[in-house]
Nanobody, 124 residues
Framework: QVQLVESGGGLVQAGGSLRLSCAASGRTLTIYEMGWFRQAPGKERDFVAAISWRGGSTSYADSVKGRFTVSRDNAKNMLYLQMNSLKPEDTAVYYC?????????????????WGQGTQVTVSS
């Protein structure tokens, strides 16, 4: 079992930055690939970014490429999402998730463990 807790969300103006964190407990993160997903009001949950278990491979949704950076610190059991140049359309609840190694990192069906989410609101 893995427990995931997100933090770092909040209200920011367009063009601003936020850094989301995800703290994991229960099992070491090194056996999992980690991802960030988001769900805007009235919409489905979408893939945002993911990182392989060693951190050597990353994947991003086209909408966030060049603006968001995913990273992890396995020694601290932490996952991060640095979000720059935020836009109002980035407003959503952001979730971190853990998936067993192997397979496509952007398929949310692969992810077994999910956090409770953190709200990010970007004002125009």
């Amino acid at each position: 079992q893995v427990q995931l807790v997100e933090s770092g969300g909040g209200l920011v103006q367009a063009g601003g930055s936020l850094r989301l964190s995800c703290a994991a407990s229960g099992r070491t993160l090194t056996i999992y690939e980690m991802g960030w997903f988001r769900q805007a009001p009235g919409k489905e949950r979408d893939f945002v970014a993911a990182i392989s278990w060693r951190g050597g491979s990353t994947s991003y949704a086209d909408s966030v490429k060049g603006r968001f950076t995913v990273s992890r610190d396995n020694a601290k059991n932490m996952l991060y999402l640095q979000m720059n140049s935020l836009k109002p359309e980035d407003t959503a609840v952001y979730y971190c998730a853990a998936a067993p190694r192997g397979g496509s990192m952007d398929h949310q069906n692969r992810y077994d463990y999910w956090g409770q989410g953190t709200q990010v609101t970007v004002s125009s």
